[in-house]
């Protein structure tokens, strides 16, 4: 029996679908695509590094015990986040008896072609994807029309805007479009504190020349938030002289801020004025209606039912950029998986209530997400700061997981902000924990008093 990759993939999620809940099987499998195949792995695209994560720890030994079934042998399955550099080229060897030949999938979407260069573009940030509305358009109108006639319109493109607000999408976006209609062309992308770093480097290694080459024989050079050059002075002059390199080679150069050029406190005369010798457009933070668009693109595009309520109350609900929205989506999603809920309106409120209420409210009195860690700390008997240390030993690791699962359920903070109160940990890690602490009290009757016992301590603060 020959399977690609495809069918195989298919074939497994036959096989789990039945035991799992349809809107978990639809959030977390429905975007997934199987790219390649080989005797020992499946490799498996998935819509991002949080989608992989979560997949590999929640359904990963799932997955592979029905991927034993089907092929008859052991089998390893990894997820790739979509937008991951070009996928490695896994030898396609005979899995005999069982499957016979085996095939990588020849889908041209996603096997990049070899001769596609890869200059650190997120292959998801494309125009299409980019929802257009009266805060963006001009910026997006400026993007597209770089991306279609580069070097001939605005040089450089100057976008800037608060965070979160698409600017790094848009500017990912023009790559990405030259590139599909010219892999020939030679694009650069860097956040201005790469470039610095790499400079930097250059300079230690007495490698300057070959630093600058590089960036002198682009096409198209995307330089990420520029006002992270103040005050670099030897990072802005190598700039100053990159850009008019290129400049007079009529080539594109296209550039993002958090603020218009003149405002960038530090930044040398001659930049500013180079930097506004082309198109400034800013990008506002999203208006209802945008944001109501965003969030029915972004549902669609993850094949997720959101219904109209639940789009409104996001809507109103996160207004200060469009990152925000997106988190909100991942945060339902994840609350749904996580306690097997379908969503609706009224997980939806109960799943953001944290954020909106501290929002109104300027935070629950009482109860802190350092008096949560105190109390843990105590508990356990350790010092709270170790809670935030590096250090993963099982002393550490279970009170940090119960610290991080108290502060989400008396808080409600987003799993990023919980990551960050313990010395920067993943929102992925987070959410490992908080599964892990709702798994325990259920089989270790101590454990769940003592969970119980500091709850009920500090809901008292109150
Ligand atoms: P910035 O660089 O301005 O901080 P990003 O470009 O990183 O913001 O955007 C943050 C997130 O929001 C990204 O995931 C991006 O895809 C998404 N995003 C921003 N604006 C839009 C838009 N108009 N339509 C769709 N997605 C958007
Ligand atoms: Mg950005």
Redesign the pocket.
């Known amino acids: 029996m020959e399977l690609t990759a495809t069918e195989l993939w298919s074939r497994i999620l036959q096989m789990v679908q039945a035991g799992l809940p349809e809107q978990a099987f639809r959030t977390w499998f429905a975007g997934t695509t199987a790219v390649a195949l080989s005797n020992r792995e499946l490799l498996v695209e998935v819509s991002n590094d949080f989608h992989a994560e979560w997949i590999e720890d929640r359904y990963g030994t799932l997955l592979e015990k029905a991927a034993a079934r089907v092929v008859g042998r052991p089998l390893s399955i990894s997820f790739l986040p979509g937008e991951s550099p070009p996928l490695p080229q896994l030898p396609t060897v005979d899995l005999t008896d069982s499957l016979g030949p085996l095939q990588t999938t020849a889908d041209p979407r996603l096997s990049p072609s070899p001769t596609r260069p890869n200059p650190g573009l997120n292959r998801r940030?494309t125009f299409e994807?980019?929802?257009?509305?009266g805060d963006?358009q001009l910026a997006a109108a400026a993007a597209s029309a770089v991306a279609k006639k580069p070097a001939l319109l605005y040089n450089p493109l100057f976008l800037y805007?608060g965070?979160?607000?698409?600017?790094?999408?848009?500017m990912h976006a023009i790559g990405n479009a030259i590139l599909d209609s010219d892999p020939s062309k030679k694009v650069a992308y860097a956040p201005s504190e790469q470039f610095m770093n790499e400079l930097v480097t250059a300079i230690q290694e007495g490698t300057t020349a070959a630093f600058r080459h590089r960036y002198r024989r682009m096409d198209l050079l995307l330089i990420d938030d520029v006002h992270f050059l103040k005050g670099k002075e030897a990072t802005q002059e190598e700039f100053f002289h990159t850009f008019n390199a290129l400049y007079d080679a009529h080539k594109q150069i296209v550039l993002?801020s958090d603020r218009p050029p003149k405002e960038i406190p530090g930044l040398e005369e001659r930049l500013i004025s180079r930097f506004q010798w082309g198109l400034v457009a800013d990008?506002k933070a999203p208006n209802y209606e945008t944001r109501v668009a965003?969030l029915r693109?972004k549902a669609a595009d993850d094949s997720l039912t959101l219904d109209a309520e639940v789009i409104d109350f996001i809507a109103r609900s996160c207004t200060s950029s469009?990152?925000e929205l997106?988190g909100a989506i991942i945060k339902l999603l994840a609350y749904s998986s996580l306690k097997n809920l379908e969503i609706s309106i009224s997980m939806a409120k109960t799943a953001l209530q944290g954020e909106l209420g501290s929002r109104v409210s300027g935070g629950t009195p009482g109860i802190t997400p350092e008096r949560i860690q105190e109390a843990v700390a105590k508990g356990w008997g350790i010092q709270s700061a170790a809670l935030s240390s590096k250090r993963r030993t099982k002393d550490l690791t279970v009170p940090r997981q119960v610290a991080m699962y108290l502060i989400r359920e008396l808080l409600n903070l987003p799993l990023v902000q919980i990551g960050n109160l313990f010395g920067g940990r993943d929102h992925s890690t987070v959410i490992h924990s908080i599964r892990k602490v709702e798994e325990t009290v259920v089989v270790d009757p101590s454990f769940e008093r003592k969970v119980q016992a500091l709850k009920d301590e500090l809901s008292r603060l109150v």
């Open positions: 940030y994807r980019f929802v257009v509305g963006n805007g965070v979160g607000l698409g600017k790094t999408h848009l993002t990008i965003i693109k469009v990152r997106e």
